[in-house]
Structure formats: C-alpha cells, structure tokens
C-alpha cells in the first residue's frame, strides 16, 4: 500500500478572503481553524488527533443533551447511544461522527452534505448541507436540512465553537485567561438545570453572574449553561461579543432560527482536552428538546429549514 494517508479528520478545506482565513475538516464539516489577521477567533486543533472537546462540531440533528437518550416522535419512542455515560443522556447528535461529501470547494466557500444513514434511533432521511463562505465582512455558515423521505422529522441545530481567549496556556491557567475576556449576550432568561445531569428544568430571569447583557469581564463567572429570549435586531439576528485582552472583538451572529445559547467556560475539564477559550454556542433548541418539544422543528417531507450563523472579528 503507497501514498500518503489522510489526516485522521480527513480532508483539510481551506479558504479564505482578505482578513479571514479558515480550515474545514471533512469529519463532521467541523470549521477547525478560523483565523483574522493571522490571529486564531476559535481554539484549532491537531488535524491528525482526535478532536478535543467537541471543538467546531456541527450538532445535528440536535444540540446538547438528551434525558436518557430516549425521545418519542409522532407516537414511536426511540433510544439514542448513551455518549455522556456520567450523566447518561445522549449529546450533541451525529453528524460530527461521519466523513461529509464535499459538493463544491472555491477560494472563498465550501459546502459539504451529510445524509443520515438507516439509524435506529433516528430513523429519518434527512439531507444537511453545509456551507462556509468568507467575505470581508467575516465567515458565514449556511445550514439546511430537507427530509428526503415520507414523514416528518424532529430537527435542532447548533454550532459548538470555542472563541480563543488569545493565549495557548493549558489546565487550570486557562481559567485566568477567560477570565480577563468579556462575553455580551443579548439573552433575557436564564435556564435553570439539573446540577447533576445538567438538564433543564425550568427558565429564571436573568440576575446576577447570568446576566451577560452588559458584557461583563468573565472573572468569578464558570458556565455551563444556556440563556434563551434573545434580543434581535430588525432583522432577527442575535449577537453574542467575545472580547479579548489583546483587543481581538468576535462577533458571532445568528439568525431568527436562533433562539438559545449556551455557554461554556470548560472549568474543571481536564488539561488534556481543555481549550484555550469558552465556548459560546447558539443553537435553534436548548438542551431536551427531543422530549419536551421546546423549539423543536417539524420538519415535513420535502420541506428544508435553514439556519445562518456568522463570525466577524474587529480589532479595537
């Protein structure tokens, strides 16, 4: 057997336009690198290793947790593969776990496709495509999921980035680092969780550590968590602002399909797969909704849905 074999996350797509520059992984559409004046805006990762800590995923066809794994659709109860054994719920979908079908690769874009296989605990023909395109205002990625089959499919999305806090510490340090950044998010509900299984159970107005509105310094504030209600601009957007000390500002945007983000400062993870940054993932659905319907989409046959997240950087 001759030649080179492929990084462990497969083909390696990189594109770029003016200030922006990016790499997106064949495993999972996974956007692994996305720099700005050759600065990185998310935490990269070994292209050969496994991927850390769900660094760039795509969650699909749902983001975060589900209670046991179990859900029931339409009369049918299925049983997800229980990944976060600890807690015993299933997390964060299937899509990161496949190779994707690159469609079409330019300088500035590339879009793969994902069509879920025959699963037992997610049964449904759906068709995902993903596009990454860059222009001088940023990265923007265009999600669309159309049910390929004959009935009608539970659907949710999400983007699990990690913004770079700037530094490259490691372990306990990287605590000090996010500390010294600043996170707005325009979010007027706090969801109130499970300690121990980190599921919701209700929704708070927004007091105290969780109120992110004013973009405060992350100091005293360890988050795994997600807020819902948020403010839109005229056109339906929502922004969350990820500032850093060395004057690196990260918007990340998403459209009026978004309505929940979760934010996750990796304190207490272990060093060996800890980034060096927070986690701040907008989502159309939080944690559940698989059981509880919240935000859930219905997607008929035929019918496509389409979400649209952005990044755009600025130096203050």
Request: glycine share 10%; net charge negative; with cysteine.
């Amino acid at each position: 057997m001759t030649g080179v074999a492929l990084p462990r996350t497969g083909q390696q797509f990189s594109i770029g336009f003016g200030d922006y520059t990016a790499v997106v992984t064949e495993l999972g559409a996974i956007l692994r690198v996305l720099r700005y004046r050759g600065k990185d805006l998310v935490v990269p990762f070994d292209p050969d290793g496994q991927v850390p800590c769900s660094n760039g995923n795509v969650l699909v066809p749902y983001p975060n947790r589900i209670e046991d794994g179990e859900y029931t659709f339409q009369g049918r109860t299925y049983q997800m593969p229980i990944d976060e054994h600890e807690r015993n719920n299933a997390i964060h979908g299937f899509g990161y776990r496949y190779y994707w079908s690159l469609q079409r690769l330019t300088e500035n874009g590339v879009t793969l496709t994902w069509r879920v296989p025959d699963l037992k605990s997610y049964p449904f023909d759906v068709l995902v495509t993903v596009t990454y395109a860059i222009d001088d205002q940023g990265l923007t990625m265009t999600t669309s999921a159309t049910n390929m089959g004959d009935e009608p499919a539970p659907w949710a999305f999400g983007i699990h980035p990690w913004l770079s806090n700037g530094k490259r510490s490691t372990g306990d340090a990287i605590e000090e680092d996010n500390s010294a950044c600043s996170l707005r998010l325009p979010c007027r509900t706090h969801v109130t969780v499970d300690p121990d299984r980190l599921l919701p159970t209700g929704q708070e107005d927004i007091s105290g550590i969780y109120d992110l509105t004013q973009g405060p310094r992350l100091q005293g504030r360890s988050f795994d968590d997600a807020w819902s209600d948020p403010d839109r601009d005229g056109d339906g957007t929502s922004t969350a602002v990820f500032t850093r000390p060395d004057g690196i500002q990260v918007s990340l945007w998403g459209d009026e399909t978004i309505n929940s983000w979760q934010v996750c400062t990796g304190t207490g993870f272990d060093a060996s797969f800890r980034p060096a940054g927070v986690a701040v993932e907008p989502m159309t659905a939080y944690a559940n909704a698989f059981r509880t319907g919240k935000d859930l989409v219905v997607l008929k046959p035929a019918a496509t849905y389409t979400t649209q997240v952005g990044y755009h950087a600025q130096t203050l």
